[in-house]
């Protein structure tokens, strides 16, 4: 089991940033993949951003690209996700996962934080 912890949402004003944290404990370890999904009302769960914990390979959504940047801490064993530029519709929950390399799905979700960008 992998326990997955987000921190860091809040309220911002368009234009601007905010840094999410994603602490992971238990069993965790380098064949690990994560990710940060989000949620607005009414749609979807989507990925935004992901990152391989050895490889350090990233992914990004194209809505975020230039502007979002996921990174990890492996001494920590936390994963960021700096949002520079926010908009109104980068508003959502923001969930943090993690899967097991050469597993399809998501399989440890953290528990989401709320990022709202208003003015």
């Known amino acids: 089991q992998v326990q997955l912890v987000e921190s860091g949402g809040g309220l911002v004003q368009p234009g601007g940033s905010l840094r999410l944290s994603c602490a992971a404990s238990?069993?965790?370890?380098?064949?690990?993949?994560m990710g940060w999904f989000r949620q607005a009302p009414g749609k979807e769960r989507d990925l935004v951003t992901s990152?391989?914990?050895?490889?350090?390979?990233?992914y990004y959504a194209d809505s975020v690209k230039g502007r979002f940047t996921i990174s990890r801490d492996n001494a920590k064993n936390t994963v960021y996700l700096q949002m520079n530029s926010l908009k109104p519709e980068d508003t959502a929950v923001y969930y943090c996962?993690?899967?097991?390399?050469?597993?399809?799905?998501?399989?440890?979700w953290g528990q989401g934080t709320q990022v709202t960008v208003s003015s």
């Open positions: 238990g069993r965790t370890s380098s064949s690990y993949k």
């Open positions: 996962a993690a899967r097991r390399v050469g597993v399809l799905s998501w399989e440890y």
């Open positions: 990152i391989g914990w050895s490889t350090g390979i990233t």
